[in-house]
């Protein structure tokens, strides 16, 4: 089936979906691309965590011009897979329009929430090369999991990105985010559109050997209409009206000044009819 197929046919399902949601229907901002665009760099644990966090760098993408790099930290923990899932990882960032880059070559090994206890010298050297990998990019946008998301590879990817970033010194923003346990404190609400919904789940069904072993791509909507429940009273203030949107994502957005914290950014919601630029960025 073709990529266009494949996005009407989710399009349809979502449409559906935000119908008995009781949401109105899309409105979408024109693209307005920037003088001069960012970068984002998704550094994702495993293949086809690019997917299910995505909301904010495709709509930096497609309506800011912005350039999205996925950084593929691990290729999961079965050698036999790796190379399988590297591509249908690179297929995946082809839906997306995503740039696909991967730490080493299958990738990073033992990336856990105990390695630098465990394995001091192999972590160091995970330091290092991700800390390299930050001094040449120099991406205006960092997305990770947040430190207690539960996975162990998941954490492990926070602890890595945090002292990578502390190695580098790097002036960006950190945008936290969630899949295996919510996060307590998050500022930002990103809308997807039906369209970039539909794009996000065609994306997420490349990665064919994990949706096999498990169908969590027929999930992810169910999750991003959760990510506005939560998201309502979260970031906009207890009791206040929910958002009249039917899928969003949510992300803890944070200031780094020389690779360390240095400011929440504050609460904001992103409508798909306001057009996300480098403002978002901004305290």
């Given at each position: 089936m073709s990529l266009e197929a494949d996005l009407a046919r989710w399009r349809d399902h979502l449409n559906r979906f935000a119908a008995l949601l009781g949401n109105p229907?899309?409105?979408?901002?024109?693209?307005?691309?920037?003088a001069r665009p960012g970068h984002c760099l998704v550094l994702a644990p495993h293949p086809d965590d690019e997917c299910i966090v995505g909301a904010l760098p495709l709509r930096l993408q497609q309506e800011a011009?912005?350039?999205?790099?996925?950084?593929?930290?691990?290729?999961?923990?079965?050698?036999?897979?790796?190379?399988?899932?590297?591509?249908?990882?690179?297929?995946?960032?082809?839906v997306l329009g995503f740039g696909c880059i991967r730490l080493g070559a299958e990738g990073l090994s033992d990336v856990r929430d105990?390695?630098?206890?465990?394995?001091?010298?192999?972590?160091?050297?995970h330091v290092q090369t991700l800390a390299e990998l930050l001094t040449e990019q120099q991406p205006c946008l960092l997305l990770a999991p947040h430190a207690l998301d539960d996975n162990p590879s998941h954490r492990g990817t926070y602890r890595l990105v945090a002292e990578a970033?502390?190695?580098?010194?790097l002036d960006t923003v950190l945008a936290h985010t969630e899949f295996w346990a919510t996060q307590s404190a998050p500022n930002t609400l990103v809308q997807t559109s039906i369209a970039d919904t539909a794009r996000l789940i065609a994306a997420l069904?490349?990665?064919?050997?994990?949706?096999?072993?498990?169908?969590?791509?027929?999930?992810l909507p169910a999750?991003?209409?959760?990510?506005?429940?939560?998201?309502?009273e979260l970031v906009l203030g207890a009791g206040e009206a929910p958002p009249d949107f039917a899928f969003a994502t949510l992300y803890r957005l944070v200031a780094y000044r020389a690779g360390q914290p240095a400011a929440e950014l504050p609460r904001?919601?992103?409508?798909?009819?306001?057009?996300?630029?480098?403002?978002?960025?901004?305290p």
């Open positions: 229907p899309d409105r979408a901002a024109p693209p307005t691309p920037e011009g912005w350039r999205v790099t996925n950084v593929a930290v691990t290729l999961g923990s079965n050698p036999e897979r790796r190379e399988p899932r590297w591509a249908e990882l690179v297929d995946a960032c082809g105990d390695t630098a206890e465990r394995n001091p010298a192999l972590w160091a050297a970033l502390a190695r580098a010194r069904e490349r990665h064919t050997g994990e949706i096999e072993r498990n169908p969590y791509h027929l999930r999750f991003l209409a959760d990510s506005v429940r939560r998201g309502g904001r919601v992103y409508p798909a009819d306001q057009a996300l630029t480098s403002a978002l960025l901004t």
